[in-house]
């Protein structure tokens, strides 16, 4: 990388220390008794999620015209980073920072104007992503969620899977299809996002069913059943979802790989104070190569995951670099959670912070996200 290309990939993504220290303050009244307790009640951290709202920390990818901070997507990676950095979790509320650019990017007027300013107040959350269904996994042009137009409605039916934080959203970014497949020109064409206001919905024609699962991750299945959808939420051309889904998916992809990284960063300081504070036989374990290089390849592997969203950040505005903020992300996480898991379980298996964190993140891995 040239030194042009490094003074870059610096200026987009470092100038956020004044953000960092306060994030990092605010974590500090949320330690790991808060999470563990929640982690045993199956609860959703309200107090958090209140405290990063009120702070202005989920809307600072909102323009200023619409109440956010209107900052740049580094930001928002700096923000996370920080959040999982000091051991908290950020789970339940990071789709509140990238669910929204759908409608930033696609919506019109009206839409911006009506949604943006309550997601950015907090007054309004959009944190659930209706689009994995049970029969169509990850082959999203397969979904059988259908909406038909019926004058100044949409009638929605079908069925989700695995949509986080349902129960606590008060709106949803749905993808369903419009036009049946087989009279789609492509197999891409005729699916459409809608907002869907989750509290008037619910009961008359959305029902919500929570997943338990072995981790607190608020995830659900979503039902529709003749539901009503105002014409006016059609985010966009009718049709054209699915691309819009997939320019939104960029964001999500840098912003939880820097959650990885803060969570590798947490890992990797527990694991070394504990390697300096346990003694055996007189002496830190820390002083052993057997303790030393685990920790010094976890550091590596992290910096190097660290280099590679910086660079996705740098590239993410060009679409002709939308390759690589996919690429780039996804290698980090490949790197950061061996990382956790590693230092967990080689240095501390009866640390239970160290231990119900490690627990957490290796569980996450075969839950899907949204």
């Not at 990818?61 to 209107?70: F, H, N, S, V």
């Not at 007027?109 to 943006?116: H, I, T």
Request: proline share 4%; hydrophobic share 40%.
């Amino acid at each position: 990388m040239t030194n042009a290309a490094t003074a870059d990939t610096q200026s987009a993504y470092d100038n956020h220390d004044d953000i960092r220290n306060a994030v990092a303050k605010l974590c500090e009244g949320f330690q790991g008794e808060y999470w563990r307790k929640l982690d045993r009640e199956m609860a959703y951290p309200t107090e958090f999620v209140k405290a990063l709202t009120e702070s202005g920390y989920l809307g600072v990818l909102i323009p200023e015209e619409y109440g956010g901070a209107g900052l740049k997507i580094s930001a928002g990676a700096a923000i996370l980073e920080e959040v999982h950095r000091a051991g908290c979790n950020a789970g339940a509320c990071h789709a509140q920072m990238y669910t929204m650019g759908t409608v930033l990017r696609h919506g019109n007027d009206a839409q911006k104007q009506k949604f943006l300013p309550g997601i950015a107040s907090g007054e309004l959350r959009l944190q659930a992503f209706g689009v994995t269904e049970p029969t169509s996994g990850t082959d999203t042009s397969s979904l059988k969620t259908f909406a038909r137009k019926e004058g100044d409605h949409y009638i929605v039916n079908g069925q989700k899977i695995w949509t986080s934080r349902a129960e606590h959203s008060d709106l949803m970014v749905l993808l369903a299809r419009t036009t049946p497949k087989e009279q789609a020109a492509k197999r891409t064409d005729g699916l459409s996002v809608f907002i869907v206001d989750m509290k008037a919905a619910l009961g008359n024609g959305l029902t919500i069913r929570p997943i338990r699962t072995m981790m607190n991750h608020s995830t659900t299945e979503v039902f529709f059943d003749n539901l009503k959808v105002p014409a006016e939420n059609l985010i966009g051309d009718e049709g054209k979802g699915f691309r819009y889904i997939l320019s939104g998916m960029n964001a999500e992809r840098i912003l939880i790989s820097s959650e990885c990284i803060g969570d590798a960063k947490w890992f990797i300081k527990k694991a070394t104070d504990y390697a300096n504070e346990r003694a055996v036989f007189g002496r830190p374990i820390g002083q052993n190569q057997g303790i030393q290089f685990p920790i010094a390849k976890a550091y590596a592997s992290m910096r190097a995951a660290e280099l590679m969203v910086r660079e996705a950040v740098r590239q993410f505005f060009p679409v002709s670099c939308s390759r690589w903020t996919k690429r780039f992300p996804w290698i980090s996480s490949l790197f950061c959670l061996p990382t956790c898991r590693s230092n967990s379980r080689r240095l501390s298996p009866k640390q239970s912070a160290l231990a119900s964190k490690a627990d957490s993140i290796s569980l996450a891995e075969s839950i899907p996200r949204r």
